[in-house]
């Protein structure tokens, strides 16, 4: 079947670094995206993983191991602005049509 | 600017009142969908088109109706809503290969009382 999980919620401290997982079970894999969502806003694009490896952009990193089903997105230096949701979707592409699996994401809390 | 608009904002109404939210992108995006939010479940998709006359199901499709006539727009349309669609309402577009996923609209808060 498909399914992504990551963890429900984490919590670090102002300046740390944070990694948050998902792991996935899909059967047509064309990408995995990482969006980040305040309380009541619409998911925003943060980065996007189709080969394997790490994708860095700033203080946010994501890497991506397609045989693993795994992927991880790393916050570093930590700002109270970052705590937020962090939704993992996969693209999925079978059978002509394709679809975007989310996890249900991980509320990170930043500390002071 | 490439943007997916959805309205409204935030929409109070009363039980067994039809109402519409419309949703409309300007990428000339072959896929929308429609996702609804609530605590602790995540994004669920409502109904999803992968382009002009093409809808389909998703997972939680009871209850809304959509309608893709023209490849820009994608209205999400409750017949008669009831208290348990009270959700924040997600519009998203996007192409196969679109580096950056899905292009969301802003959200629409709905409430129904």
Redesign the interface.
């Known amino acids: 079947g498909q399914n992504i999980d990551q963890p429900t919620e984490m919590t670090a401290t102002e300046g740390a670094i944070v990694q948050i997982n998902c792991t996935y079970q899909t059967s047509g894999f064309n990408g995995l995206f990482w969006y980040q969502q305040h309380a009541g806003e619409a998911p925003t694009f943060l980065s996007y993983n189709v080969l394997d490896g790490l994708e860095e952009k700033g203080r946010f990193s994501s890497f991506l191991s397609r045989s693993k089903g795994y992927s991880y997105l790393l916050l570093k230096e930590l700002q109270m602005k970052d705590s937020a949701s962090y939704l993992c979707a996969v693209r999925d592409w079978t059978s002509g049509t394709y679809k975007y699996i989310f996890g249900t994401g991980t509320r990170l809390k930043v500390l002071a | 600017e490439a943007q997916v608009t959805q309205n409204p904002r935030y929409l109070i109404t009363v039980t067994g009142k039809k109402l519409t939210v419309t949703c409309s992108q300007n990428m000339n995006h072959e896929?929308m969908?429609w996702y609804r939010q609530d605590p602790?479940?995540?994004?669920r998709?409502i109904y999803?088109s992968?382009n002009v006359e093409v809808t389909d199901k998703g997972d939680v499709p009871e209850g809304y109706k959509v309608s893709r006539k023209e490849k820009r727009n994608f209205p999400l349309i409750l017949e008669s809503p009831s208290p348990n669609q009270t959700s924040?309402y997600?519009c998203a577009s996007?192409s196969?290969t679109a580096?950056?996923?899905?292009?969301?609209?802003?959200?629409t808060?709905l409430t129904v009382v």
């Open positions: 896929y969908s602790g479940l995540g994004l998709q999803y992968m924040l997600f996007s196969r580096p950056r996923g899905y292009t969301f609209g802003s959200g808060r």
